[in-house]
């Protein structure tokens, strides 16, 4: 089986072909398929053969018929349902039998029929379920004259590990390509490699066979052969282990990776837990259970309880809070900015006790906010949390199962635009999407780091959070990141260097010595970088000068890229 283009011949076909010397070429497919140019290079020297129909069931039954003149057995796949084609070609050819397609939603045709007595079948094998191939199109079959039966699995890799049974126990290699393969040469190329060889076909996820499929194999003591290109099927798949042996294999392995990360850093403790978002859903947790002051990162709880208020319908995004800003424009400031104003006004505004049950209630079960009055600075209340529980939280973020799809695109738009990005983003390619919320805090002990990040690469998701005890540097958090990165995607060159000069001013703006909307010490030009220091919901504390200047947040955008 060789593949062209409609109007061409790749370079490596022909090559091919050359080297093959056949006598004849077939030619599968309609002229809007592969052009009557391309049949004619093709068949310069020898014979060809076009096989076309007007559909897939009629291209079907004249392939069979030109293929397989005497099939005593054929396997049937839906038209609806072709992802189980491969493994009814592969089994077909491998065992001297036939494959057709057929229109399962309707009884069987009469040009099914026909193509069925013209090879001699008299055994039916549905490769599909009964929503392809339902009870009815095999009573129908029946009343035919035919033996029906239908090979088990849930999806395609699970009908290629009931196929196996249908080889003879001699074979030597299981052939494996990619189960995500929507389009692309793997699946073809293997199929017809499993059915030139007679041998079993596989399907496997990036990094793993299912466990089923890996105990098939090793059952059946065949060696693996991989067909497919490696960003669809990486290492690990050529060792024919299952699922969970892999992850296994992989989290210890990243255990070791971080533990080696702390003791590089070991002037201060950290607890660290990395979540996988899909893929073989890795999980590790390195002191993740302990409960410790998580600074600014216990906002990523309150922006949750706001969200859910307005999905409760008790409030919106254009809700005033006796601040005067509006409940969206503090979820901006407090995540964006980090501001601690806006993190006090949306805890009360959702009522502190009552957002403390809700984090209990979502499993959250080391997680709470100390108590203070209505009003005053939730800060230092006395608030703790996991590692564990912001990786939770943040994992569902990302899985939409936190909040519904609008709030869970703004939620990570603020996360991803926000400004100090020193921690968990530096330690991180420029190529890798990174949804952050860091915080520091100064405790009895010194200056604790931490930081929370949703992770994306073109290959991985991934949550990570590190929480460091006072001591911890935002370089070991940066080592951390790096590390874990790596372990999903390999390792990479130089980290982004995301400033710390957050913002710029985009106009001549006037700038306040000694507090907010205190007398006007003078002007910053417009286009000044700046290094955000602190804030008070709308207005801004930047370094100037030696010294400090207050600004107001309509006069400065983001410094930083993204």
Known sequence: MLLVD???????????????????????????????????????????VRVDAGTTMSLSQKALVAATPTAETVYLVDVRQLAAAPVAAATAAATGSGFLVVEGARPPSPGALATLRAVGARQIVFMNGTSGLPTSYGNALRSEGFTVARLAGADRAGIADSATAEYPSTTTRGVVTASAEATGFGSPAATALAATTGQPLYFSGERCLSDASAAVLQRRGDKVLVVGPTAQLRAEVETGKGCTAVRTTRQDKLRSSLQSALNRNSSSSYTATVREVGGLGE???????????????MKLFAAWGTYKRIERGAGSLSTRLGSGLTVGECLREMIWMSDNSCHTDLVHWIGLSQLNREIAAAGYSRTAYGQVLRGQDVL???????????????????????????????????????????RLPNGLPASAYQASKPGSLWVSGGLLQADSAVVRSSSSRFVVTVI?????????????????????????????????LHVRTVRNTPWY??????????????????????????????????????????????NLRY
């Open 468 to 500: 460091g005890a006072p001591g911890a540097s935002k370089a070991g958090i940066r080592d951390i990141a790096r590390t874990v990165y790596s372990h999903f995607n390999g390792s990479f060159g130089a980290a982004v260097t995301h400033s710390d």
């Open 513 to 558: 010595r000694s507090s907010a909307g205190g007398a006007i010490a003078g002007t910053i030009p417009s286009g000044t970088p700046l290094q955000v220091s602190d804030s008070r919901r709308h207005w801004y504390k930047v370094h100037w000068r030696g010294g400090y200047a207050w600004l107001y947040y309509h006069h400065v955008r983001t």
């Open 6 to 48: 409609t109007g061409s011949v790749p370079a490596a076909t022909a090559s091919e072909i050359t080297r093959l010397a056949p006598d004849r070429i077939v030619v599968m497919g309609s002229r809007a398929a592969v052009s009557d140019a391309v049949v004619t290079r093709l068949s310069a020297g020898r014979t060809s």
């Open 283 to 297: 999980t590790v947790s390195m002191g993740g259970a302990t409960r410790r002051e998580p600074a600014s990162m």
């Open 380 to 422: 230092y209340a006395g608030n703790r949390t996991t590692s564990d529980d912001l990786t939770n939280l943040l994992k569902r973020l990302e899985e939409g199962r936190l909040l519904n799809a609008t709030h869970t695109r703004h939620m990570l738009n603020l996360m991803h635009t926000q400004l100090f990005r020193s």
